[in-house]
């Protein structure tokens, strides 16, 4: 109830009359009594060096209107409305909201938020100042406290709300006669929209780095998130007040996670950057609690930070993910565990603590899966092109991914094109096999070390980056239900083969590491594919133009380029007279670079595979923001 300066005081006063009589007590030892003066003088400057941040003109200081007409004229009217004859006082806050008071003289102040300031139109500013100033006319002192006292603990503090509730309908009824119902609600929802957008906004991308000091761009990016990200067609926020949901059309707002605004225009001519350095340095200690940060800590742009500091970011997020997922699950959590439990239903079981934070995402799910991919396009060269879209990546070759895309996929069990791999916990899943094709290479065997990753995968000391444990989204995509028989190559642990023979197919699939064979058969016990252990390089003679379908993912690729003629000659072989082979693969242009292995496929080296009497049926080359394939097929003459 006291204001900070007289808090200050009355502490500074306890101190130095603590000092004192310390002091004269023990003036007889000069010593002594030196040491306490010391001592408590030390406890004094500590004691002004952490209230002093937390004065209301510290944090809240005042905006003139001398500068801002277009605002001056909608505080004006506001109070004019209100029954003031005054124009009030403006203070700017950090966060969204609005508030009235009057001194004890009786002039009107205002608290504004910076984000309504930029993101809010006049229309819908002025109505929150109407009703805010109403508010300070009708309400006795000790009513607004309770009230603003409510509003800051309303989910603990429920009795409170019960004594204040006529209070805050009488207010809402006066206002909405004096503004009109469209504009009342209009005013209502954008202070609930602008105050939960912020809210994630300073979530995701200030509180990481609030020790930095604070955040010279925290609105200036807001406003970007707002105007060029669609922001606030996104965020999903929470009714600022358990009772306001019938005011405002809550359904509207929130519903099914989608709100259509329109880009908002603000009413402040320009954001002066020294208000916007200082309410920077005010979010960053709220962040930080009572310590703060240190004293000799400078504005900083969250847009200058290094990419591989955002990439910390997500891994921690991603822990967290897996924290919770493990809790639910009573054991230690994969990624593919994540995106079963996503699957299931269970999203909103995680307690993690973004739960507890307005959310831009469409559902539980997005939100949970989210991190896992993040981290793991990351692990495979991908960056952000632009610091406060998070969720679009791009890749080494160039393609476009948009995480939410990918996860609300996975969220509705669809094949979602990436590689997630099993238990990756602080590993990169491509650093396995990078070391270990490295290694086979080195010594003059280009496919053997296709048997030491599977082997070793085996034991749990390394991960296969593109086992899945799916089909291809592409073959599933393509196949339908057929007759004869089918080949696959490079089978891996057996999905794309199960998927066929599941199709009515007599299916064979070969792999050159005996590992993988053996563990697709452990896999699917009892199955009718006949799994192999082959050579593409040198495979059995009796295969030659005896596969009806013969289906090629991602194997001539694995293998160094030099090998992709003979590779590509082979699989060509496989195919009977009327039979056809399928063709899926990563892709890149013409001498385009590859981050190997794998060495993707270029558009000469797809037109390779129509040889030995193949003729080309159907060539798709996939752009589709996730990443550029190929999904080609051939097919030899009857």
Not at 100 to 114: I, K, N, S
Not at 267 to 296: N, Y
Not at 322 to 350: C, H, P, S
Not at 596 to 612: N, R, V
Request: charged share 25%; hydrophobic share 45%.
């Amino acid at each position: 109830m006291l204001p900070e300066w007289a808090k200050l005081l009355i502490g500074l006063a306890a101190i130095i009359g603590a000092g004192v009589a310390g002091a004269l007590f023990t003036w007889a030892y000069v010593e002594v009594a030196l040491l306490v003066i010391a001592v408590l003088g030390a406890c004094a400057v500590a004691f002004v060096a952490d209230q002093w941040p937390r004065r209301f003109r510290w944090r809240c200081p005042v905006l003139s209107l001398d500068d801002q007409p277009r605002l001056r004229e909608l505080v004006a009217d506001a109070a004019r409305i209100a029954g003031f004859d005054a124009v009030p006082k403006v203070h700017v806050s950090a966060w969204a909201e609005v508030r009235g008071d009057r001194t004890r003289r009786g002039r009107p102040v205002l608290l504004v938020g910076l984000p309504l300031l930029v993101a809010a139109d006049g229309a819908e500013l002025h109505t929150l100042m109407v009703r805010e100033l109403l508010a300070a006319r009708r309400w006795s002192w000790h009513e607004r406290w309770a009230v603003h006292l409510f509003l800051a603990h309303h989910p603990d503090w429920s009795w409170l709300g019960e004594a204040t509730a006529l209070l805050r309908k009488e207010l809402w009824a006066e206002t909405r006669s004096i503004v009109g119902s469209e504009r009342f609600a209009a005013g209502m929802r954008a202070e609930l929209l602008l105050a939960g957008a912020f809210g994630w906004h300073v979530a995701r991308y200030v509180a990481p780095f609030s020790s930095k000091g604070g955040a010279a761009d925290a609105y200036e990016s807001f406003l970007w998130k707002i105007q060029m990200d669609g922001l606030l067609t996104r965020v999903r926020p929470e009714p600022a007040l358990p009772d306001a949901a019938a005011e405002i059309d809550q359904g509207a707002v929130v519903g099914d996670g989608v709100v259509l605004m329109p880009v908002p225009s603000g009413v402040l001519s320009k954001v002066p950057s020294a208000l916007a350095i200082r309410l920077g340095k005010v979010i960053s200690h709220k962040m930080l609690g009572r310590g703060g940060f240190a004293l000799g800590a400078k504005p900083y742009r969250m847009a200058d930070v290094p990419a591989e500091v955002w990439a910390r970011i997500g891994e921690y997020q991603r822990e967290n993910v897996l924290d919770a997922a493990a809790k639910l699950l009573g054991r230690q959590a994969t990624d593919l565990d994540v995106v079963e439990l996503v699957v299931a239903g269970r999203a909103g079981e995680f307690e993690w603590w973004h739960k507890e934070q307005p959310c831009p995402h469409p559902t539980p799910g997005v939100c949970v899966l989210l991190p896992l991919f993040d981290v793991a396009l990351r692990r495979r060269g991908y960056v952000h092109e632009r610091t406060f879209a998070q969720r679009e990546l791009v890749g080494p070759l160039g393609d476009r991914i948009d995480l939410v895309e990918i996860a609300a996929k996975a969220e509705r069990g669809e094949p979602y094109g990436i590689l997630l791999g099993g238990l990756m916990a602080g590993r990169d899943p491509d650093a396995d096999a990078s070391r270990l094709a490295a290694e086979s290479l080195a010594g003059g065997d280009p496919t053997g070390w296709f048997e030491r990753l599977y082997a070793e995968s085996a034991s749990g000391d390394a991960i296969v980056p593109w086992d899945s444990r799916s089909p291809h989204f592409l073959l599933t995509e393509w196949a339908r239900s057929g007759r004869g028989r089918a080949l696959v190559v490079g089978a891996g642990l057996g999905d794309d083969a199960e998927h066929l023979a599941g199709l009515g197919y007599g299916t064979v699939a070969f792999d050159v590491s005996e590992s993988a064979v053996r563990l697709a058969g452990e896999r699917f016990p009892g199955s009718e594919v006949r799994y192999q252990v082959a050579d593409l390089l040198a495979p059995p003679a009796e295969w030659r133009h005896a596969f009806d379908l013969v289906v090629e993912i991602m194997t001539v690729q694995a293998l160094p380029e030099p090998l992709h003629g003979k590779a590509i000659a082979a699989v060509a072989e496989f195919v009977r007279p009327g039979g056809t082979l399928l063709v899926i693969a990563s892709g890149r242009e013409e001498g385009g670079p590859a981050f190997a292995p794998p060495w993707p496929l270029t558009p000469s080296e797809i037109g390779a595979f129509a040889t030995g009497g193949l003729e080309t049926g159907k060539v798709e080359d996939l752009r589709d923001g996730e990443h550029h394939r190929w999904r080609a097929t051939f097919h030899r003459p009857e």
